[in-house]
């Protein structure tokens, strides 16, 4: 960190200079326009104004890779905000780089393949982040992973395969929705006025978002693994009393709303909002050991497929006091009657 020296120009203009440093890395020129914008707690950003708009590349070279590893890079440079990648070798791609490139194309919300030869494969990124809102994001997002669960859970009840299918089809969306997420949090980082663009005051969110994201992730793997338990047991159900899969139904309902609450207190910055979700995760107790402990003798096998539900359901409910714990923190950065910032 270095300091900088105001001074008056004139009556009522003060100046600071620019570190050369900066300017050369940022290609910063005499005469250049910059953007100043004020990020809240005292602070501006100065932004340059070739980093609007600009029209980002990254080019991945084939030959060092395997398949996996270029759909994996692919990814990466989508969640890193590029706009173009490219995709080439020295000699012709090979078919297994080649539907690489096409299986990335279909997990990733606005990438397009453009250009095409046997060398290099161009695909595009034609998402805007001003189309989108974070907040609306992390409730599709929580929304998804609810829908799989419920559907996962009722297809447990009921021995359908067909609904415990309908679940895993899902997440794939539910993973869209994910990297959309990661790629717009990396860009509003690299670009401060993007904050705003994606419904934030200024960028001090963003690191909680990106955990919020990820734990709505990992619920929406969770219900990912009831439904997979659906279609690997015996009769796609499991080997319990009626009395005991109307608990765990309850037990599902009660995360739900655990989960739901706690997405609700992160948008609305609501720190009242996060002791609710305290509340509802205490009355929630040890429902999973309850559960367990009530069952008669059964089957090694069984019980370990009931837990293995109730685990995935218990998981749920911790993640989403993780975010709850998110929400508090961003709640008290902010004036409101619970704290006074100066």
């Not at 005499?30 to 707690?41: A, I, L, N, P, Q």
């Not at 600009?54 to 890079?73: G, K, S, W, Y």
């Not at 996962?152 to 609904?163: E, F, I, R, T, Y």
Request: overall charge negative; some cysteine.
């Amino acid at each position: 960190m270095e300091t900088r020296k105001v001074q008056r120009l004139g009556p009522s203009t003060l100046a600071m200079t620019l570190p050369a440093e900066w300017a050369r890395k940022q290609d910063v020129e005499k005469g250049d326009e910059v953007t100043v914008r004020e990020s809240g707690k005292g602070s501006l950003t100065v932004t340059p104004e070739s980093a609007h708009g600009e029209e980002t590349e990254a080019t991945i070279h084939a030959e060092n890779f395997d398949a996996d590893a270029v759909e994996r890079a692919i990814v990466g440079q989508y969640v890193l905000g590029r706009r173009i990648i490219h995709v080439e070798s020295e000699d012709a791609l090979d078919s297994e780089h080649i539907n690489a490139v096409y299986k990335a194309e279909t997990q990733l919300m606005g990438l397009g393949v453009v250009e095409e030869t046997p060398e290099r494969i161009t695909i595009r990124c034609s998402v805007d982040p001003e189309d989108f809102d974070l907040d609306n994001l992390l409730e599709r997002l929580e929304s998804t992973g609810s829908t799989m669960r419920e559907e996962a859970v009722k297809a447990l009840a009921h021995g359908s395969p067909d609904m415990a299918q309908r679940a895993l089809n899902r997440e794939r969306q539910a993973n869209k929705i994910f990297v959309l997420l990661l790629r717009l949090i990396f860009t509003a980082y690299q670009n401060p006025n993007l904050a705003r663009a994606v419904g934030l005051d200024d960028g001090f969110p963003l690191i909680g978002y990106r955990s919020v994201a990820k734990n709505l992730e990992l619920t929406a793997d969770n219900a990912e693994d009831i439904a997979e338990i659906v279609l690997e047991s015996e009769d796609n159900t499991l080997a319990v009393e009626q009395s005991t899969m109307r608990r765990i139904r309850e037990f599902t309902d009660q995360v739900d709303e655990i989960t739901a609450a706690a997405v609700e207190a992160v948008v609305t910055r609501d720190y009242d909002a996060t002791v609710e979700v305290r509340d509802l995760f205490a009355e929630l107790g040890d429902r999973e050991g309850d559960i367990l402990d009530d069952l008669p003798e059964m089957d090694n096998e069984d019980i370990l497929e009931v837990r293995e539900v109730l685990v995935s359901l218990q998981h749920t409910a911790e993640y989403a006091m993780r975010n709850a714990e998110i929400a508090a923190n961003l709640a008290l950065n902010e004036q409101s009657s619970h704290t006074t910032i100066s």
